[in-house]
């Protein structure tokens, strides 16, 4: 890290366009995201003056070939901050229009240019407004940063659609940016592992079912009939590209052994679903899901929780399955409501959290011909 991102906040702005600037893996991911290969001739820069003496905050450039234009915003911003960033934007796609460069500039843009609205993903869980509904440039797209690890995604039309109803709906809030349903973490890990395998030099797009029936229905997982889940969960944490292929973050992922990637996980990424849920079956193991779903609502005003209370416990179903296969944090019987808590992660190292996992993990079956 470096001297200026460990003096700024890193819920603020300043903090998140030092990192961008400064750190290689950041900038990996955002070209990933934009569609393009990784070159050390590509650059980071602030951006200088523009007509009417308008600032972007960053300039990517490959030589001369301005490939973005980008905005950045911290996670501590209200709705006016984003409205005015979402202004500079539309302001950055009429440069691009118009041909209009830095003053005594010989910069010319790329035919494939595009905006980038950054900022961090919990942005996303904002309960004050919702990132899905506002209009946005043609050429923009939204990349969303995890400052927990710095992974970037894209905020795709199908992430906006999972998001859609927050802050319209007044009896639904987000206390997590990242969705999980209806499949394990080995789940996951066993699919980065195949595309890894099989994929990773592969630049074309891969056929979803293909994958399934050739790959993937061989390992029988609890979940051998959803592995489309699987996709969208990995889409979602930003391991999977618009090809259903390893984005450059799913590969450095798919590196990792299985309780590196599940303490990965779990600290990235779903840490605040096991906060929730881990001191409830504390207090006592064998209560119902429909006591969890109470006991949460009540904490939040009887408001539905987004992907935790919804779907008459399903998403609880899900958790405790995670809970149980992947970490091992608890034991059950299948359809049992009688349960045994292994270990509670929320307060230890990463030694002991991995541990405990390798201890007690129900995944090793599963994992053994990946």
Known sequence: MSILENRTAPESEKFLQNKVINDGNV????????????HSDIRFIKGKPYLNRIYPDIKII??????????????????TDYV??????????????????EANSSDFYSKNFKTLYLYPSEVTKNNDFNISNFKYPLSTKILQINLKNFVIR?????QKEKFSKLNIDENLIAISEYYFRDNRLFELYILLRTLKGHFNQNR???????????????HKTPNNNNWRNAFITLSGLGFLNDK?????AGRDYSNYDY?????????????????????????NSSVSLTEINLIIKKKYENKEVLFLTESQNRYLSSWLGIFRDDFGFISYEPRSAKRTVNYDPTHMSKDEFIMNLNKFTNSSKYLENI
């Open 27 to 38: 900038q990996r991911y955002i070209i990933d995201n934009l569609g393009l290969e990784y």
């Open 62 to 79: 490959k030589n001369n070939e301005i490939l973005s234009l980008v905005e950045c915003k911290g996670a501590n911003i209200n709705v």
């Open 84 to 101: 005015r960033g979402i202004g500079q934007l539309f302001q950055y796609e009429y440069f691009y229009e118009k041909n209009i460069v």
């Open 154 to 158: 894209e905020f795709s039309d199908q």
């Open 204 to 218: 074309s797009f891969l056929n979803r079912i293909d994958l399934e029936k050739n790959y993937l229905k061989k």
């Open 244 to 248: 259903n292929n390893l984005s450059e």
């Open 259 to 283: 309780s590196e990637f599940c303490y990965l996980i779990y600290n990235s990424y779903i840490k605040p679903y096991v906060d929730e849920l881990i001191p409830i079956l504390n207090e």
